[in-house]
């Protein structure tokens, strides 16, 4: 079974663009969550998305959105880039919604924001 | 205070030694998640856990709902065992995942 498929690896995006992450969950799965690593914040919670409804979202400005396809891919958007949202991005995908399954990771997108 | 602590924030071990790694929560869970992370920022599943001991291979952990700690053991590391390992608790109330900062362990031949 393919994993946790995060499109692009890397990004450069200049302040003030906008940005779209891509994540394919493990066929099955049906939840996909985002999160956001920094070295100075560390990991933090996003988004998390069930049968195409978002269920749950983390402390972030609106600027930060998502959503999640019939297909169950996903996609997060970033509008009005700061240099702030230097961050690796890595969604996870589960079979069941909060807290009931495993969580699998994408090797996520680094993007850089100059 | 942070609500997910994880102690020691740095580990240095000698292969073949023991080793535990500990996570302390202030809140109500439903789940803790045991994570590892190499160098490049994959992120492996170790453990999803909700009550007692869990064991795969090499690696041990265990939760005491009552005290709000999970710990961690590896038996017999191994220098493929060094990346950093992160403690997440999901939130009963809240139902999102929080982290704890994680434990950067370097395990040398």
């Known amino acids: 079974k393919a994993g946790v498929t995060q499109t692009p690896r890397y990004l450069i995006k200049t302040r003030g663009q906008q940005v779209t992450l891509s994540c394919s969950p493990i066929?099955?799965?049906?939840?996909v969550s985002w999160y956001q690593q920094t070295p100075g914040q560390g990991l933090q919670f996003l988004f998390e998305?069930?049968?195409?409804?978002?269920?749950n979202k983390g402390n972030f400005p609106g600027r930060f959105s998502g959503r999640q396809f019939s297909n169950s891919r996903s996609e997060m958007n970033v509008s009005t880039l700061e240099l702030g949202d230097s961050a690796l991005y890595l969604c996870?995908?589960?079979?069941?919604?909060?807290?009931?399954?495993?969580?699998?990771f994408g090797n996520g997108t680094r993007l850089t924001v100059t | 205070k942070n609500e997910v602590e994880q102690s020691p924030q740095n580990l240095t071990a000698q292969e073949g030694e023991f080793i535990t790694i500990n996570c302390s929560y202030s809140?109500?869970?439903?789940?803790l998640h045991w994570l590892q992370q190499h160098p490049g920022g994959g992120i492996v599943s170790l453990f999803m856990?909700?009550?007692g001991k869990k064991k795969h291979g090499r690696l041990i952990a265990t939760i005491n709902i009552q005290e709000k700690h999970s710990s961690l053991h590896i038996t017999a590391s191994h220098p493929r065992d060094s990346a950093v390992y992160i403690c997440?608790?999901?939130?009963?109330?809240?139902?999102?995942?929080?982290f704890g900062t994680g434990t950067r362990l370097q395990v040398f031949p």
């Open positions: 856990l909700s009550s």
């Open positions: 997440a608790v999901r939130g009963l109330s809240t139902d999102k995942l929080i």
């Open positions: 998305y069930f049968s195409e409804t978002q269920r």
């Open positions: 996870a995908s589960s079979t069941e919604q909060g807290g009931n399954s495993p969580l699998h």
């Open positions: 809140v109500g869970i439903s789940a």
């Open positions: 066929s099955g799965h049906r939840s």
